[in-house]
């Protein structure tokens, strides 16, 4: 066991309005499996680049054991598997990496194979036994489960939970809870640590936001009241002290010494409850840092002169002499919030190009209703760039309602004069949901939506279906999500 201190880091990329770090420490055991979560942008992947030593930064980072990244860069993804193994760590004997993909549930004939040629959820365990086997080893892994389906992410999440000495970046809220004993939160104005799972944190986070609402209620009542009589009491010093001079007509000579001691005396007490007030202020300023903005989103849903969107009977689709899937059926009707699962390479994707109207090759029953307009989320963000505004002009969707919906998803107004190939992997994720949810549409169609999208959003958006009941296709393997949104579920 050893320590991995942080003392005074402060860091922010030039150019920058802001540092994404402000003297920042803490500590952190390399016995842990540490969880890392946090709002898109909000610093992870940096930081897991500090650890690296790939930016200059104030402060110290110290510690006595080697850094490693995943995804780790494969050069030749051509070559073997075995031979990609031998060059990732050179140190490592064949019957370990054996083991360590047996633990992975990966089949043996898999380090025979060019790299290149595997699937996305075999590529990603491979690397991760490969790193594992490095001795005095720290891992910092970064969103393995993108792209992962179900299957998957339980093999790999078990494989974790065996594991020690490493920072998880998910967003996956089952996928942590199995696997981390710690949560390295990055917050809107602090880094804070806790032990226990994802959920853990989150039930306390909530807590804690409860109370400083409830606090800052109390605060704010007690600040207008104190505000109110504060007014009460200096008015009422003024007039005392007007009665000092008496009245022409009266006759009568007050008595302007006990006047004057009485009016001072009130005026005091106006100055005590104007300090009590200043406190107050102070006190609710130290309140609500750390609430994160989620508010309710608004879509609006086009009307349809049909109840059955789409049907499906017996339906396969090829892709030259390969079948994609076969025997698929299924409907989708107004309202309906539809779930399609199974593993990569089942053929999910290939059936929302057909029902996107792609041209695509298949046999059996497939009827869609005439006129249905369809939103559609796509896997690929990388094609994302230009600035926000003329991408709202270039698909036709109204500005205002586009950036709105993007500053309740956590975007700065800073954000908005940036080039969209900039943005992270979730930010990018989050401009072509806003996209979709500000298109006039029938039916929306998200494949793998969620996809490095943090789970305050993930949260905020599953409140939004729920509220306003959208008919919706999804493909998605984050399991809470399937499980509070989908009304019904297809397996392929």
Known sequence: MSLISVTKLTFGYDGSYDNIFENVSFQIDTDWKLGFTGRNGRGKTTFLNLLLGKHEYSGTIAAKVNFEYFPFPVTNPENNTIDV?????????????????????????????????????EQTKVLLATLFLKENSFLLIDEPTNHLDREARKAVSDYLQ??????????????????????????????????????????????QDSFELA????????????????????????????????????????????IGHKAEKMMKRSKAIEARQQAAVADKGKLLKNIESSERLKISQL??????????????????DKTACKSVSFTIEQGDRLALCGKNGSGKSSLIKLICGEDITYTGTFRKASQLKIAYVSQDTSYL??????????????????????????????????????????????????????EKAHLHIWDEPLN??????????????????????FVEHDTEFCKNIATKIVEL
């Open 85 to 121: 193994i031998e060059n990732i760590n050179p140190d490592c004997l064949p019957w370990q990496v054996m083991r360590e993909l047996s633990l992975l549930q990966v089949a043996e004939d898999v380090v025979y194979r060019p790299f290149a040629t595997l699937a996305n959820g």
């Open 385 to 438: 760039s230009g600035s926000l505004t003329d991408y709202a002009r270039e698909h036709a969707i109204e500005e205002s309602l586009f950036k709105a919906i993007l500053r309740k998803l956590d975007f700065s107004r800073v954000q908005f004069a940036k080039d969209m190939a900039a943005f992270s992997g979730g930010q990018k994720k989050k401009v072509l949901i806003a996209k979709s949810l500000c």
């Open 215 to 258: 606090e800052n209620e109390k605060l704010r009542q007690d600040i207008a009241r104190l505000s109110s009589a504060a007014k009460r009491t200096s008015d009422w010093s003024d007039k005392v002290e007007k009665t000092k001079m008496g009245t022409r007509n009266s006759g009568l000579r007050p008595d302007r010494g006990y």
């Open 303 to 320: 009307g349809f002169h049909a109840d059955r969107f789409i049907e499906l009977e017996n339906v396969a689709v090829f892709y030259g």
């Open 452 to 473: 490095f999208i943090d789970v305050v959003s993930r949260l905020q958006i599953e409140e939004l279906l729920l509220a306003y009941a959208p008919t919706i296709l």
């Open 162 to 207: 065996s594991k020690r000495g490493f920072i998880l970046v998910s967003h996956d809220r089952a996928f942590l809870d199995n696997c981390v004993d710690h949560i390295l939160a990055i917050n809107k104005t602090n880094i804070e640590i806790q032990k226990g799972t994802f959920s853990s944190w989150w039930a306390n986070k909530k807590q």
